[in-house]
C-alpha cells in the first residue's frame, strides 16, 4: 500500500468584475518561472497559481487594478530533485486600470533579475519600481507568506 499526501495549487483565476490591466512575463532564464497572485495583497494570503512559464517562454495574465498587488516571484529548476531555487521572493505594486505592464525575469550564477516596465504607452514606455516584500512559509495556501 503506497500511502502519501498530494497537495493542489489553487489556481489563480482573471477578474471580470472589476477594473483589470494586463502583466507580461517574459522568462529570459535557463529555469522555468513561477507566479503566483494573492487574492489578499497585505500580508500576503490566499496564494494562488499560474502555470508555470518555461524558460524563453512568455504569458500574459489578466489582473486586478487601481488597487495594490502581491505576487510570488519564483525561479526554479523542476527538471532536478532538489528543485535548486535562484529566486524565491514577493513583489508588490499598484496596476492603473487598462494598464499593460511587462516584466522580464533573467539570472545569472548568483542572482536573479527582473525588469517591470509600463508599456500601456508603447511609444513612451516606463520603468516601473517593484517593491520587494520578503518571503515567508505560509501555513497552507490561504496562510501569510509574508509579514506586510
Not at 37 to 63: F, M, N, W
Not at 72 to 101: D, I, M, V, W
Request: a neutral charge; proline letters at 5%.
Amino acid at each position: 500500500m503506497f500511502v502519501g499526501c498530494t497537495s493542489v495549487e489553487p489556481k489563480y483565476i482573471e477578474p471580470s468584475s472589476e477594473p483589470t490591466a494586463y502583466i507580461n512575463f517574459k522568462n529570459n532564464s535557463i529555469k522555468s518561472l513561477k507566479i503566483a497572485y494573492y487574492e489578499v495583497s497585505d500580508g500576503c494570503q490566499k496564494r494562488r497559481h499560474t502555470d508555470a512559464i518555461l524558460p524563453d517562454a512568455e504569458a500574459t495574465h489578466k489582473i486586478p487594478a487601481n488597487k495594490q498587488i502581491t505576487f510570488e516571484f519564483y525561479l526554479t529548476n523542476f527538471s532536478t530533485s532538489k528543485h535548486e531555487q535562484s529566486c524565491l521572493l514577493n513583489l508588490r505594486f499598484q496596476p492603473k486600470a487598462a494598464g499593460k505592464y511587462t516584466i522580464t525575469a533573467s539570472e545569472d550564477s548568483i542572482s536573479c533579475r527582473w525588469i517591470a516596465t509600463d508599456i500601456t504607452n508603447p511609444e513612451n514606455p516606463k520603468l516601473i519600481n517593484l517593491e520587494t516584500v520578503n518571503w515567508k512559509s505560509g501555513l497552507g495556501e490561504d496562510g501569510s507568506f509574508c509579514s506586510k
